[in-house]
């Protein structure tokens, strides 16, 4: 049995979906089962991962626990019930390394690993660079008016489509043998800011504009979703971002023996986002 957390997410529902045509059994974690409607016949159970006690019979009968990490979660905590309810391993998903240097999302990340290295369960790290999901974002923006309000143009990433963690997630909680592996998940191709608003236009058949923000004007967009710090910290990553060129990490091939799928293949599928008529 498989434990997948963050299972009605955008990452988590394409994990489940992998997971149960493999033939995996897959119970799904999520604060509302009523509403969870998950492929393939897994089983969602009640949990809110703040709250472990509330996780603690979620863990009971499970072989592998994939942990998607929430703001604020006791991890320790969490990993100790896992443990006792006999849980044989963990699949994390954590971060790369971010432009910039340890930002104080990169230290929460290092700091999840370093709970789970103290549990004593074995472990596979999984550790995506931004993702291209962050884009959508953009979405009412671009339905709009078909422009994207951003700082940082030149600012270089290697977003990884969702659906390329989730096969790794995927694989890692396949495997025994991936126990002790981390994998560091890049999307194929350094990208800057503009130069994806571009080819989500070409995929889009748009001609798309782009209005640059001042750093403090994108902090204050941001500080609507995120903590303040957790803001300043993505600023921070963006402005780093725009003097150097982003690093193409091997752990998609590494994990799933394929390459990473293209920004242009991720906006296709998901350009139903980006219609006006949506
Ligand atoms: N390198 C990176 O960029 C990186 C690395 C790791 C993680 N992330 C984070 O991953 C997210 C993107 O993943 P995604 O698109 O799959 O996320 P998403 O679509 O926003 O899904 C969030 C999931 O978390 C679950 N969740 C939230 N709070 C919970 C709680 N207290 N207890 C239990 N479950 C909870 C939700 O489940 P229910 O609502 O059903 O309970 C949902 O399944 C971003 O928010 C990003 O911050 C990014």
């Known amino acids: 049995m498989i434990l997948v957390t963050g299972a009605t997410g955008r990452t988590g529902r394409r994990v489940v979906h992998e997971l149960t045509a493999?033939?995996?059994a897959v119970r799904a974690l999520t604060r509302r089962p009523g509403e969870a409607r998950l492929p393939g016949?897994?089983?969602a159970v009640p949990g809110d991962l703040r709250v472990p006690e509330s996780v603690e019979p979620?863990?009971?009968g499970v072989d592998v626990a994939y942990l998607f990490p929430v703001p604020g979660w006791p991890v320790a905590d969490l990993l100790a019930l896992a443990?006792?309810?006999?849980?044989?391993?963990i699949v994390l998903l954590s971060s790369a390394?971010?432009?910039g240097g340890p930002s104080l999302i990169e230290r929460q990340h290092r700091a999840h690993e370093d709970a789970v290295r103290a549990s004593g369960l074995p472990w596979t790290f999984v550790r995506p660079t931004a993702f291209m999901a962050d884009d959508?974002?953009?979405a009412p923006a671009i339905r709009a008016g078909d422009t994207v309000h951003n700082a940082f143009?030149?600012?270089s990433l290697a977003p990884v489509d969702e659906h390329d963690v989730a096969a790794v997630v995927a694989a890692a909680s396949l495997d025994d043998d991936r126990a002790g592996h981390t994998y560091e998940l890049s999307g194929p191709e350094p990208l800057t800011t503009v130069e994806r608003v571009a080819i989500l236009g070409e995929v889009l058949g748009r001609d798309l504009g782009f209005t640059e923000l001042s750093p403090q004007e994108l902090r204050t967009a941001l500080a609507a979703d995120h903590p303040p710090a957790i803001a300043d910290a993505m600023v921070g990553v963006l402005a780093a971002a725009t003097a150097t060129t982003a690093p193409i990490l091997p752990g998609v091939h590494q994990a799933t023996g394929r390459p990473p799928r293209?920004?242009?293949e991720w906006a296709a599928r998901h350009a139903d986002h980006f219609r006006p008529d949506r």
């Open 153 to 155: 143009p030149d600012a």
């Open 262 to 264: 293209t920004y242009a």
């Open 22 to 24: 493999a033939g995996a």
């Open 83 to 89: 443990r006792k309810a006999g849980v044989r391993r």
């Open 58 to 60: 979620a863990f009971e």
């Open 136 to 138: 959508l974002s953009w």
């Open 41 to 43: 016949g897994a089983v």
């Open 97 to 99: 390394a971010l432009p």
